[in-house]
């Protein structure tokens, strides 16, 4: 049978020996099982396999960025920005910060961080991962205003793999809120295969949010893991609806006192789209906190999954988790699939989780348009209504203001 | 205004209503009365245009066949319903649900939609008017009021919207003394030549306060009686055992 992929690091330029060496190890790993499949853990409830040779003929890792004409910037809200095209970093600008305390540069792959879940796909980041970046906040400083990281992808990509790694260190008492925006039209079917590392070192505070521009033909894969120090806090905004396919692994490691970390993600996914939030919490250390609440509106032919796994510690005591997945069906069609993992070593624990789905409340829709509110626009209302409770928690006027209309044109279908 | 002639409705194979007559014109104002489960919150959703009922029969609005017109056109074309149960809407938030809901039924009626500031200043009049603390405004429609609250609430929309056929649900079930007065002001102001209104209630009380041209008594569907205002008085002694 003729494999839909074909991978090559020597489809790579400027490796040395030993780094070759490492990334075709890597890739010889990958190759053995190929694509995850419901038998992998973190891909209980999906065939990644199937799903991309459904939709690939042959995919390769020897593209070449064009470089592109114009990026059209955000102009709602003040913001930072990087410009990453292709996973490759091309542009940076911190015109509202003192510029001596942000360091960034090029990803350096000399330094590889090690990843507790090798999963097949982290293998193959391993093996082909090339660009990306490195970000470091000195310690003390807080961003006056948001950093938007625009996530372009070029017209000309497609059938092929974008692999990078990223990462981000906030050095103690450090403050800083991240917009990743990604932002394609294109129709062309990619895949990217990303990798981020987040490090809040004591007292410091992130606030990380995902969004995309437009609908594409995209499938995309982010595993991100982040470490936590001492007081620190971590909060993580999915709303990256408009993908074709999208999985966000969140590896979490709450490893000293008071670290605290929430997911929040309200999305409404459109017709075939599939997303996935697979989360590994673990509590390593005693007095912490973790909150997750996951809000999806599936419409047709949708597909939504939540992996939410809690880890505790038998030397985690006092821990605070929680977790709650709702999912809004607006037809027979969609699909919700949530799974709660809870491993619990330590006794003194509160720790609650739940899931439900259900459909919209047709009382309530009539009830909406006893008041001369048209049908369409009722049901608009109780969508915005279901996701609000995690809307009203973006943060910042100016950038919520943005969210907030970003998802509103979601709910309307763009 | 209102014409409906020989009405039965029938919910899962269950007859509710069963060949009922009613008139309503301009300027009158008619209450029906009669015991639980008779159907009168069963006539109310029908006129509001609630799916779910099999319907025969002719309900005629201003000479427009009503079933020809979906639930929210007949909120546009003036017919409004004070739920008996208004339902609590997590996440939507009052005002934005007013504003939505009158500026809706405005463009309906190629009128311009109102701005925010004149929006604001119309709510506040209308809800000082009813005693609602305008704190309510902000907050998720109809979670966790309490039931006068939302019976309030109710009216406060019909004072918004301008109805032309204003439909009471037992807006004063659940009503202390107060809340009931100034309910019925509220009503009792709004009131005049060009519209009417369909009051259901259990109680004279609610009567003493809003006079009815005509008082009907709902039993199994049907209309079994019909007066004048004197009707409520002597219900109100003898209970409908006489009528029904
Ligand atoms: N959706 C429904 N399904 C089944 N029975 C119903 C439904 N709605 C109303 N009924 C029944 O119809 C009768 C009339 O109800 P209703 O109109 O609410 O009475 P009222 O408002 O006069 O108390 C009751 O016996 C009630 O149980
Ligand atoms: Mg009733």
Known sequence: ?414 | MLNIKNLEAKVDNKHILNGLNLDIKPGEVHAIMGPNGSGKSTLANILSGKNGYEIKGEIKYDGQNLSELSTEERAQKGIFLAFQYPLEIPGVNTNVFLRTSLNSVRKARGEKELDTLNFLKLVKEKSSELGINEKFLSRQLNVGFSGGEKKKNEILQMKILQPKLAILDETDSGLDIDALRIVADGVNSYKNKDNAFLIITHYQRLLDYIKPNFIHVLSKGKIVKTGNAELGVELEKTGYANFI
């Not at chain 1, 490759?88 to 879940?117: A, G, T």
Request: one cysteine or more; proline letters at 1%.
């Open chain 1, 1 to 414: 049978m003729k494999n839909f992929y074909d991978f090559k690091v020597d489809n790579i330029e400027g490796l040395s020996a030993q780094e070759k060496e490492f990334r075709n190890k890597e890739l010889d790993l990958f190759n053995k099982n190929g694509f995850p499949n419901k038998r992998e853990e973190a891909w209980k409830f999906t065939d990644l396999n199937t799903i991309l040779s459904k939709n690939f003929a042959n995919i390769t890792n020897d593209y070449i960025s064009l470089k592109e004409k114009k990026f059209e910037l955000i102009k709602e809200f003040d913001h930072n920005y990087l410009i990453v095209l292709d996973g490759i970093l091309v542009s940076n600008e911190f015109k509202f910060e003192d510029k001596n305390k942000v360091l960034i540069k090029e990803y350096d792959y000399k330094k590889q961080i090690s990843v507790s879940n090798q999963n097949s796909l982290n293998l193959l980041n391993n093996a082909l991962a090339t660009g990306g970046y490195n970000l470091e906040i000195s310690r003390d400083y807080k961003f006056k205003k948001p950093l938007v990281v625009y996530n372009y992808f070029s017209e000309s990509i497609k059938e092929k793999i974008i692999s990078y790694k990223n990462s981000l260190i906030l050095n103690e008492n450090s403050e800083l809120t991240i917009l990743n925006y990604t932002d394609t039209k294109t129709k062309n079917n990619f895949f990217v295969n990303s990798f981020d590392y987040l490090k809040l070192k004591k007292d410091s505070n992130l606030k990380n949010i995902f969004i995309n521009k437009d609908r594409c033909n995209c499938y995309f894969h982010n595993y991100l893991k982040s470490d936590l120090e001492q007081n620190t806090n971590l909060d993580t905004y999915i709303l990256s609806t408009g993908l074709k396919f999208n999985k966000m692994d969140i590896e979490i490691n709450l490893n000293e006192e008071r670290a605290k970390s929430s997911i929040f993600s309200a999305l409404s996914l459109g017709s075939e789209e599939h997303q996935e939030i697979k989360s590994s919490i673990n509590h390593n250390f005693k007095n912490c906190q973790s909150y997750q609440k996951i809000k999806n509106v599936l419409n047709d032919q949708s597909r939504g999954v939540y992996q939410g796994k809690i880890f505790v510690k038998q030397e985690a005591q006092k821990t605070d988790a929680y977790q709650l997945s709702k999912a809004l069906l607006l037809n027979d069609n969609s699909e919700f699939d949530a799974k709660p993992e809870l491993e619990i070593y330590a006794d003194d624990v509160k720790c609650s989780h739940g899931s439900t789905s259900g459909s919209i409340d047709l009382n309530l829709i009539h009830y909406l348009k006893s008041r001369g509110i048209p049908e369409k626009e009722a049901y608009q209302m109780l969508i915005n209504g279901f996701l609000s409770e995690i809307l009203e928690k973006l943060p910042e006027d100016n950038l919520k203001k943005f969210l907030v209309e970003k998802i509103g044109r979601q709910i309307n279908g763009y």
